[in-house]
T-cell receptor, first 114, second 117 residues
């Protein structure tokens, strides 16, 4: 069965610093991987997704993630944090073995210090 | 394009009372999902509809939760009777559905925050 582990329930960075949010997944077949962002009192918004092809995926707001099959990872990065990036981030996986049901990680809350 | 609409945004009830949530998906989206998001956790799928048929309700507590999507468009989720542990945000999402949607990109509404006292 698929699963997602997000390392660190809270991450704090200074404005302008690198953002790195870690995600490891488990899947018995090639996975589809997603990062969603959730701002306070709002629903989830898709940041980026990996389906097939290029393993480095670029998303909205300057975020990108790299699919590393050997490490079963899909870490999210942004070179320079902005105050507006403060939110909760969810990694998610779906695959054909699971009927394309999306399984979400527990989330990582990103704090950005001025 | 209008997003996924949900109402109410907030609801406070006593335990053992009943409550209903409403969702209107993006126009043309065949697939509709209800998720439960408990504080500090990721969303958990309760039920998935494809048009007006149920695709997956394996994690829906059927003794107290029910959901319907009668005309294949909007949907209601009901809890009767509510328990303290039902306090959560209930998220509705929709996606295109069908073969073109195998990547399952979902669009979420703002959610309904339920507090059971």
């Amino acid at each position: 069965a698929q699963s997602v582990t997000q390392l660190g329930s809270h991450v704090s960075v200074s404005e302008g610093a690198l953002v790195l949010l870690r995600c490891n997944y488990s899947s018995s077949v090639p996975p589809y991987l997603f990062w969603y962002v959730q701002y306070p009192n709002q629903g989830l918004q898709l940041l980026l997704k990996y389906t097939t092809g290029a393993t480095l995926v670029k998303g909205i707001n300057g975020f990108e993630a790299e699919f590393k099959k050997s490490e079963t990872s899909f870490h999210l990065t942004k070179p320079s944090a902005h105050m507006s990036d403060a939110a909760e981030y969810f990694c998610a996986v779906s695959d054909s073995a699971g009927g394309f049901k999306t399984i979400f990680g527990a989330g990582t809350r990103l704090f950005v210090k001025a | 394009e209008a997003g996924v609409a949900q109402s109410p945004r907030y609801k406070i009830i006593e335990k053992r009372q009943s409550v209903a949530f409403w969702c209107n998906p993006i126009s043309g989206h065949a697939t509709l999902y209800w998720y439960q998001q408990i504080l500090g956790q990721g969303p958990k799928l309760l039920i998935q509809f494809q048009n007006n048929g149920v695709v997956d309700d394996s994690q829906l507590p059927k003794d107290r939760f029910s959901a319907e999507r009668l005309k294949g468009v909007d949907s209601t989720l009901k809890i009767q009777p509510a328990k303290l542990e039902d306090s959560a945000v209930y998220l509705c999402a929709s996606s295109l559905g069908g073969l073109a949607d195998k990547y399952n990109e979902q669009f979420f509404g703002p959610g309904t925050r339920l507090t059971v006292l």
